[in-house]
């Protein structure tokens, strides 16, 4: 028999999971994240909306995880059975991986509150989003219907259980304490693969990222 087997202790991948609605800073976020940590942001509005039905969300999210050890998985999954197709998926390529909530809890404020300040952000982002542009005539309905279909986290369902983590976050907070929150929660939840940047190059991070403009656009 050969040499005992040195075995090294792998730190396990890290998938973040939004649970939000449009306009609450969720690719805003993925692009600070990717760039202070290096996670592989997958979005989902790089996928052509008449695609959105065949799982090729979750096989984009599974095979960035091939390759990264972590992974923004950049989608609303407002509804409880969206984003438990995704994490069991995740699971049953990668059962290792710890796959944590970012849920912007709407419990927070009124629906009326929410949908006027994403409402305002949409708006202002106008033309840079793949496909969601602040002129189409129906956006404010389409962002009605997200909000008015959110399930909130709730760790004694099925779909919400296989959440390692939930990060609880205010759709009403600006994005700089949004992203502190963020990085904060990991940073105290996964020490050991999560280190605290310094406050300038998180400052860096979140003007680059709300500077971001799509590179695919879809009509
Ligand atoms: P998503 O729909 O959840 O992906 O939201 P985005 O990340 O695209 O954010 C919507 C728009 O609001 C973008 O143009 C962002 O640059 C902007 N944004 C994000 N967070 C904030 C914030 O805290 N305050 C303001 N004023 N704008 C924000
Ligand atoms: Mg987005």
């Known amino acids: 028999s050969g040499m005992p087997m040195e075995v090294e202790a792998v730190a396990p ?7 939000a609605t449009i306009g609450c800073g969720k ?3 993925g692009h600070a994240l ?3 940590f290096g996670f592989a942001h997958v979005q989902s509005d790089n996928i052509r909306s008449k695609n ?4 090729l969300f979750n096989k984009a999210v599974i095979e960035a995880l091939d390759v990264n050890d972590l992974v923004f998985a950049d989608r609303n999954n407002h509804i409880r059975v969206m984003r438990q197709s995704l994490t069991n998926a995740v699971y049953a390529e990668h059962p290792g991986c710890y796959q944590v909530a970012l849920y912007w809890a709407h419990n927070k404020a009124s ?8 409402g305002e952000r949409v708006n202002k982002r ?6 969601l542009v602040a002129s189409l005539p129906n956006v404010c309905q ?3 219907h ?3 279909g959110f399930a909130p986290v709730d760790i004694d369902t099925d779909a919400d259980q296989l959440f390692h983590n939930v990060i609880e976050l205010d759709p009403l907070a600006d994005a700089e304490t949004t992203l502190v929150t963020i990085i904060d929660g990991l940073c105290n939840a996964y020490p050991q693969i999560i280190r605290r940047p310094g406050n300038d190059e998180i400052q860096a991070a979140l003007q680059a990222a709300l500077d971001y403009k799509p590179d695919v656009l879809y009509s």
Request: proline share 3%; charged share 20%.
């Open 13 to 19: 991948k890290i998938v973040l999971v939004p649970v």
């Open 126 to 131: 106008g033309e840079d989003h793949q496909s």
């Open 34 to 36: 990717s760039k202070l």
């Open 111 to 118: 629906v009326e509150h929410i949908l006027e300040t994403t």
């Open 146 to 148: 997200f909000v008015g």
């Open 27 to 29: 690719t805003t976020m």
């Open 52 to 55: 959105q039905g065949k799982g």
């Open 142 to 144: 389409i962002m009605e």
